[in-house]
C-alpha cells in the first residue's frame, strides 16, 4: 500500500519527532537535539540522538536512523502502512489512498514551493540594485546589517508590477501559477496580469521547515495598507502559522522561552538579540490555532525539568492596540487551558515595541521585562481589577463577577477548581472575609486553623420569586443547624439577597460564623445575633425577624430547618436547594450570554457563550446522576 508524500509529509510535521520518541524513551537536551539511551539496543552510555529540525533520530551505537514512520515501525513492531494509520491517528489525520490525482497533487505543490523559493530569490537580488536603494536604507537605518539581512532573506518588490512576471514566466513558470500563491493578480480593466507586491520591503513567510510559503510587505513611504501579506492560498493560511516558527523549536532545545510578539520587526531584533524563539502571528489576531501551534513545540510534559517554566510569553506593544491583541490572546487561551498548556504575559511600557526597547535601552533591559512576565491567573486577576475602586459593594460585586466569567471559559475541570479556589483565596485576602472551614482530621477533631478552599463563582443573587420561601429557608437552617456552615459556608458566602432584611440578617450571620473561634451552637449563635456592641441589651428589629424566619410557616415548607432536626437531613435539605439554585443560575448566565452574543458576535461572547453552555450542561447533569442515585 502506499501513500501521498503530501500526507506523509504532514505527518512528519505535525509530530513533533522529540515528542513522539520522548513518550517512549527518556530524552534530556543536548544543544540544538535531544539524546537518550537507544530503545533498540542495550546501552547505560546515550548514544541515541533526536534532531527535531531534520526530522530524524541516529544512534551512533547501533546505527539505528530513521524519521517517524521509521521510529514507529522498528519500536513498535509495525509493517509500513500499519505504522503510517498508527501516527494518522495521532495527528488527527484521515487516511488517504495514493492516487495519480493525488500525486499530481504533490508534484504541483513541489513546483509551487520551487517557485515561491525562486520569488525569495529574486525579491533579494532587487534589494541591492539601485532601485532598491531606498528599501535597504529602511532596513539599514531599522539597525539591519547585510548579514542579518540575508539571514532572513529580506527583499525588495519594485514599483512596477511586470518585471517579477516576466522574470518568472521566463523560466518556465505559469501566470496561473503565480497567481495560485498570491503574487500575481488579474486586472478587472484589462486582460492580463500585475504583481500583487510593489514597491515594498518583503519579508519571507517560512512554513514549520522553513520554506517559503508566503511574503509579508512593507510599504516604503506613505500609503495603505502599511504592512500587506500574501493571500491565503493551498500552501498558506495565515491563522495558522507564524513567522519565525522553524526557529522556535530549536530554541526550545537551547533553553530559551518562545515569545510572541507583533510583527516582523520584532521577530527578526529579537533573533538578533539572541532570542532565536521570538515569533508572530501574520497580520492577525493570535488565533486558536497558532496558540495551538505554540504548544505542541513544546516537549512532553514528563520531559519537562520540572525548574524550568516552558510556558510561551506573550509580548505585545505597549500601545492600546497592544494592549487590546493581549486581552484578545488571553481570551481564545481561556478555554484551551490545561495544566501543561498556559501562557504568560510580558507587559510592555515606556517603549513602544520590543524592537525599539532593545534598540534603546539594550537586552538587559528586555530580559528584565521577561523575568516579570506574570502568569494567566495574574492576568486575568489584574483585567478584572483594571479601573475598579472597589470602594462599594456594587463594584465588588462586578469585580467577582467578571472573575466567575473568566473562570467558567476554562474547560478543563480540575484546573478550572483550581483557578476558582485561587481567585476565592484572594478575595478573601483583599475583602478581609476569613471563611472558617471545619475540617474533618482524625478523631472526628476540627482543623479550624486550615480552611480547605473551595470553588468560587462569584456572588449569586436568589431569582426574585423566590427570595422569600428560599431566602427564610436558608437562613433557618444555618441558623438552626451552624455545624452546615462546615460544608457549605462558601455557597452562604456567595449569596446575596435583595430583600434588605435578610441580606443584613445573612452578612450577620456570616460574620459571626467566620470569625468565632469554635464551633458555635444554635443557642449560641442566636444569641450573638441578637446581642451587638451597639445594643447589648437585646435588639427588637432582630427579634421580629428571627421570629419571622424560625417559624412554623418555614418549618411547613422544610423540616429539616426545625432545630430538632437531624444535622444530616438539613445538610441533604440544603444540598438540594443549592443545586436547584445552580440549574436555575446556569441557565439565566447562558441565557444572558446568548443574547450578548446576538448583539455582538465577537469572539469574547461567543467563548463565554460556549463556556456557559458547558457548565449548564455539567449542572444538568450533575442532577440527573443525583436523581439515578436517588432510585437506585
Known amino acids: 500500500m502506499s501513500f501521498p508524500p503530501s500526507f506523509l509529509e504532514e505527518i512528519r510535521n505535525r509530530l513533533p519527532l522529540s515528542g513522539l520518541i520522548g513518550s517512549r524513551v527518556r530524552l534530556v537536551r543536548a544543544g540544538r537535539e535531544m539524546k537518550g539511551c537507544c530503545p533498540f539496543h542495550n546501552e547505560k552510555s546515550p548514544s541515541f540522538y533526536v534532531n527535531d529540525d531534520k526530522q530524524f533520530f541516529h544512534c551512533f551505537g547501533c546505527g539505528a536512523h530513521g524519521d517517524a514512520i521509521g521510529f514507529t515501525m522498528r519500536h513498535d513492531r509495525l509493517s509500513f502502512p500499519e505504522a503510517v494509520e498508527a501516527l494518522a491517528g495521532q495527528a488527527g489525520l484521515q487516511v488517504p489512498r495514493d492516487t495519480p490525482i493525488e500525486?499530481?497533487?504533490?508534484?504541483?505543490?513541489?513546483?509551487?514551493?520551487?517557485?515561491?523559493?525562486?520569488?525569495?530569490?529574486?525579491?533579494?537580488?532587487?534589494?541591492?540594485?539601485?532601485?532598491?536603494?531606498?528599501?535597504?536604507?529602511?532596513?539599514?537605518?531599522?539597525?539591519?546589517?547585510?548579514?542579518?539581512?540575508g539571514r532572513f532573506r529580506l527583499g525588495y518588490a519594485p514599483n512596477d508590477g511586470q518585471s517579477l512576471l516576466k522574470k518568472m514566466t521566463s523560466e518556465?513558470?505559469?501566470?496561473?501559477?503565480?497567481?495560485?500563491?498570491?503574487?500575481?493578480?488579474?486586472?478587472?480593466?484589462?486582460?492580463?496580469?500585475?504583481?500583487?507586491f510593489r514597491n515594498r520591503v518583503i519579508f519571507p513567510v517560512g512554513d514549520r521547515r522553513g520554506r517559503t510559503v508566503a511574503f509579508g510587505a512593507r510599504i516604503l513611504g506613505d500609503g495603505e495598507p502599511k504592512y500587506l501579506n500574501s493571500p491565503d492560498h493551498a500552501l498558506f493560511h495565515k491563522g495558522k502559522l507564524l513567522y519565525g516558527l522553524s526557529r522556535a523549536r530549536t530554541a526550545l532545545a537551547q533553553g530559551q522561552s518562545i515569545i510572541v510578539v507583533e510583527g516582523y520587526m520584532d521577530v527578526i531584533a529579537l533573533v538578533e538579540a539572541g532570542y532565536s524563539g521570538a515569533v508572530a502571528p501574520l497580520g492577525t489576531a493570535l488565533t486558536d490555532e497558532q496558540i495551538q501551534i505554540l504548544w505542541k513545540l513544546l516537549p512532553p510534559s514528563e520531559n519537562r525539568e520540572a525548574s524550568r517554566d516552558y510556558s510561551p510569553i506573550l509580548c505585545f506593544d505597549g500601545d492600546n492596540a497592544g494592549i487590546r491583541a493581549a486581552a484578545r490572546a488571553v481570551e481564545r487561551a481561556l478555554p484551551l487551558l490545561t495544566s501543561a498548556q498556559t501562557l504568560r504575559i510580558a507587559t510592555m511600557s515606556g517603549a513602544k515595541d520590543p524592537d525599539e526597547l532593545i534598540r534603546q535601552s539594550g537586552k538587559g533591559a528586555f530580559d528584565a521585562l521577561l523575568k516579570q512576565a506574570q502568569p494567566m491567573i495574574d492576568v486575568l486577576w489584574n483585567m478584572a481589577l483594571a479601573g475598579r475602586q472597589m470602594r462599594t459593594p456594587e463594584e465588588r460585586g462586578a469585580f467577582k463577577d467578571v472573575l466567575r466569567q473568566k473562570v467558567t471559559q476554562i474547560k478543563d475541570e480540575p484546573l478550572r477548581r483550581l483557578y476558582g479556589e485561587e481567585f476565592k483565596k484572594r478575595i478573601d485576602d483583599a475583602f478581609g472575609w476569613k471563611p472558617q472551614n471545619f475540617t474533618a482530621q482524625k478523631g472526628g477533631k476540627r482543623d479550624w486553623k486550615n480552611p480547605q478552599a473551595q470553588p468560587f463563582f462569584g456572588t449569586r443573587r436568589l431569582p426574585q420569586n423566590k427570595q422569600k420561601l428560599i431566602g427564610r429557608i436558608l437562613l433557618a437552617l444555618i441558623i438552626n443547624h451552624p455545624g452546615l456552615f462546615d460544608a457549605f459556608g462558601e455557597n452562604f458566602?456567595?449569596?446575596?439577597?435583595?430583600?434588605?432584611?435578610?441580606?443584613?440578617?445573612?452578612?450577620?450571620?456570616?460574620?459571626?460564623l467566620s470569625q468565632a473561634e469554635t464551633p458555635l451552637t444554635a443557642d449560641e449563635l442566636r444569641r450573638a445575633l441578637l446581642h451587638n456592641d451597639e445594643n447589648p441589651f437585646g435588639d427588637t428589629r432582630n427579634t421580629n425577624l428571627l421570629d419571622e424566619i424560625l417559624s412554623p410557616d418555614t418549618y411547613m415548607h422544610a423540616k429539616a430547618a426545625r432545630p430538632d432536626a437531624a444535622l444530616d437531613d438539613a445538610r441533604k435539605t440544603w444540598a438540594d436547594i443549592w443545586k436547584s439554585l445552580e440549574q436555575e443560575w446556569a441557565m439565566g448566565d447562558y441565557n444572558a450570554a446568548a443574547a450578548a452574543y446576538r448583539e455582538n458576535q465577537n469572539d469574547e461572547n461567543k467563548a463565554r457563550l460556549d463556556a456557559l453552555k458547558t457548565r449548564m450542561l455539567e449542572v444538568s447533569q450533575a442532577m440527573t446522576d443525583e436523581l439515578v442515585r436517588a432510585v437506585d
Open 103 to 149: 500525486r499530481e497533487k504533490f508534484d504541483a505543490e513541489k513546483r509551487l514551493l520551487q517557485l515561491l523559493d525562486r520569488t525569495t530569490a529574486w525579491f533579494e537580488e532587487q534589494l541591492f540594485t539601485p532601485a532598491g536603494r531606498e528599501a535597504l536604507a529602511y532596513l539599514r537605518k531599522r539597525g539591519l546589517s547585510d548579514e542579518a539581512i
Open 172 to 196: 518556465g513558470y505559469t501566470l496561473d501559477e503565480l497567481a495560485a500563491v498570491g503574487l500575481a493578480k488579474k486586472s478587472e480593466e484589462r486582460n492580463d496580469h500585475y504583481s500583487f
Open 493 to 512: 458566602a456567595q449569596l446575596e439577597f435583595q430583600t434588605p432584611d435578610y441580606e443584613n440578617l445573612r452578612q450577620r450571620v456570616l460574620d459571626i
